[in-house]
């Protein structure tokens, strides 16, 4: 499985960004798929997870900002993320586990595949 993210960059408080990540050599019947984020110096935290059925989980910081969703004919997840603020500044990671759940945990050492990660930086 590989994951390419892209779609990080600089923005103001309270704008928008929309991240991408194309996955390859996945089955979405057999896969679970997440976002997570690292700010420096903490640990990588989940953001948002979503399963075969489009069911979504969403850390509490995020819940009414930040919307996970799936383009299945191009194999691609995306995390539109509004409102930004600067405690969203991080490095995103694209993730996935090969376990189909039911609203997917946001547990770092349940998904064995990671992107390389995009820088968000969020500033007044």
């Known amino acids: 499985v590989q994951l390419v993210e892209s779609g990080g960059g600089s923005v103001q408080t309270g704008g928008s960004l929309r991240l991408s990540c194309v996955a390859s050599?996945?089955?979405?019947?057999?896969?679970?798929m997440a976002w997570f984020r690292q700010a420096p110096g903490m640990e990588r935290e989940g953001v948002a997870s979503?399963?075969?059925?489009?069911?979504?989980v969403y850390a509490d910081s995020v819940k009414g900002r930040f919307t996970i969703s799936k383009d299945r004919a191009k194999n691609t997840l995306y995390l539109q993320m509004s409102s930004l603020r600067s405690d969203d500044t991080a490095v995103y990671y694209c993730?996935?586990?090969?376990?189909?759940?039911?609203?997917?945990?946001?547990?770092?050492?349940?998904?064995?595949?990671w992107g390389q990660g995009t820088q968000v930086t969020v500033s007044s």
């Open positions: 993730a996935a586990a090969a376990w189909s759940w039911i609203c997917p945990p946001l547990t770092r050492s349940r998904y064995g595949y």
């Open positions: 979503i399963d075969h059925y489009d069911s979504a």
């Open positions: 050599g996945y089955s979405d019947s057999d896969y679970s």
